[in-house]
């Protein structure tokens, strides 16, 4: 991963993009392909991790191959299939970088639309695609916007299309959102929950490459639906301070460590 550290001071920012990937073999030397279009044209140096979810196809050992032969490209691999929630959170574990980014892996969006973001940053702690004109089938688009609604009406976050993968969060941010199973439907809700600030750009969106979707209309509605309520039990629980002074002596902290 990227090893400069975001808390060190004015070290030049860096961007980690997420990939998680679970049975996507057919689409990962094109997406390779795409990104490698992306990084020499990112205002900030930047790499991808990926996040084998579990495959059980060829994801892994593609995934293997591209980074063996690509300086920017890394990999971790889960031990078994855990969820999306699971593997962008064990992503966000392993990244040392100032940015976080996250897209797909099965090409429906393009790494060229994150250079859209950087000018929102560090204006903004996270930026996010609404997906524009999008290519799926009517039931995808119906249930997505259904419980896209839900959502809104429930927790009032503002949010268009908080299930678009495009996106890009401060680490520091990323770090402390809460884990939960589902928490990949509320990232910009759980940024805007620590006070951080979310702006929405239009992005391209495209038919699916290859293979298939992981989705059906079940877990596209009752899963949203479901983790919703969740989701607002939590924030009612949420804490959140900030402190106004502190002192602490060092010399005792010396003294005890003797």
Partial sequence: MVNEHYNEGPAKPTLTILVPVFNEAECLLRLSEAVDAFLPQSPI?????????????DSLSMI????????LYNYISLSRNSGLSTAIKA?????????IGYIDSDLQTSPM???LFFEHLPEHQMICGIRMKRKDTFVKKISSRIANGFRRRMI????VD?????????AVFARRVPFFDGMHRFLPALIQLQ???????????????????????????????NDTFAFRWMRKRYIRYTI???????????????
């Fill in 113 to 115: 639309d994150f250079l």
């Fill in 91 to 99: 992503g966000i574990d392993h990244c040392q970088s100032t940015y």
């Fill in 45 to 57: 140096p930047a790499e991808v991790l990926f996040i084998n979810d579990g495959s059980t196809d």
């Fill in 162 to 170: 908080t299930g678009c993968p495009l996106k890009i969060m401060d």
């Fill in 156 to 159: 009032n976050d503002g949010i």
């Fill in 195 to 225: 006070g951080g600030k979310v702006k929405q750009i239009p992005v391209q969106h495209f038919e699916r490459y290859a293979g298939t979707s992981k989705y059906h209309l079940f877990n596209r509605l009752w899963g949203p639906l």
């Fill in 64 to 71: 293997r191959e591209i980074c063996g032969r690509k300086n």
């Fill in 244 to 258: 106004s002074e502190q002192f602490i002596n060092k010399a005792a902290v010396r003294h005890e460590q003797v």
